[in-house]
């Protein structure tokens, strides 16, 4: 049996080289050159001219820079341990056998599957003051004496913005957990029961540590789609009343197209980027290290 020499291994990597070059054309072309010249225009003014960290210092200085950072905050977090908790709660039950599975199943999809535009669409029409079904289905009856202003008081406009985000996206944290909870071999259930377990026991010492994995994963999916999401929040209120719902994404969207301020978009680009990368990055490394112990 003749063993490769070192000619044939080198050409057979330059073979595999060529084969991935196509898509490196492509993530270079997508990718690497948008980041290349967003760097760019955040170091440059308007006519090209290099000003150094003079667009950071002027975006960093606005208000609503600071606003926008404090509201991505309560956004991302509050989005996220809600998705998580009800989407892990729901695969728990659609785990059980009953009547109708498959049908419960298929419905609990509907919110993920709907296209984000509509579901705000639909949402904004919902929570409408004067003739929202939300508003004339809790006065109504009674519950509340006058309609509520979701959607313009400062004070519910962001719980509902991230209500809508948890509703739209927990369907996928549900199917992700449910697919890891089908993994897991009934000899851990049956070993569980002849120690007497009941079975919320069941949950916390077999379910939830088998599927540990599929959640991490999960959560940091959610982390990086929550950190870039401003479908629901714009086209219901485009960051208002007041900046109320306005997040760093939306400033990035409303400074680069509404004031036609690109080179100080590009600075807040430039300095969200690294914040995402520094929080995914601490996300894997306290993982890693809990994984580790």
Known sequence: MMRPTIGTTMQSQSTGYLFILPALLVLAMLIAYPVAYTGLLSVTDSRGALVGLDNFRRILGARATGTALVNTLWWVAGSIVFQVVLGVLTAILLNQSFRGRAVVRSITLIPWVVPGIVAATTWAWMLHTEFGIVNYMLTGPGILEHPVGWLTNGDTVLPVMIA?????????????????????????????????????????????????????????????????HITIIYAITRGGPANRTLITPIQIFRTAFESTQFNTAAALSVMFFAVAILVVFAYIRLLAAGAAR
Do not use: C, H
């Open 164 to 228: 809508i985000n948890v509703w739209k996206m927990f369907p996928f944290v549900a199917i992700m957990v449910l697919a890891g909870l089908q993994s897991i071999p009934n000899d851990l259930y049956e070993a569980a029961r002849i120690d007497g377990a009941r079975y919320w026991e069941e949950v916390w010492y077999v379910m939830l540590p088998q599927v540990r994995p599929v959640i991490v994963a999960v959560t940091l999916l959610l982390v990086i789609w929550a950190l870039n």
